[in-house]
């Protein structure tokens, strides 16, 4: 993800929308994963969350971008519960 440099409001949201796209679709598919891929992609996902809410503040001047980011925190925790709800059952 762009973090450094001047590039278009267009292309971080084309970027969030396609992260997005991917946890949504590890979420539905993490109860045919192994737990050692998981726990890979759990820390993958840790990682791009906490970089998502350390973008700079000129990455929130556009509505678009903040309403994608916010889906994208939304979807990579909707993605933890999903993964420990399983380990515990």
């Keep these: 993800m762009p973090h450094r440099g001047n590039y278009p409001d267009a292309l971080l949201q084309l970027i969030l929308r396609n992260t997005l796209e991917i946890v949504e679709f590890c979420t539905t598919e993490a109860r045919h994963l192994s737990f050692e891929l ?12 906490r970089r998502t809410r350390e973008m700079p503040a000129d990455a929130e001047r556009d509505h678009a971008v903040r309403e994608v980011k916010a889906r994208l925190s939304a979807a990579i925790l909707r993605f933890r519960d999903a993964i420990n709800e399983d380990q515990a059952s």
Excluded: A, M, S, T
């Design 38 to 49: 998981l726990q890979k992609i759990e820390e993958d996902f840790l990682w791009q969350y």
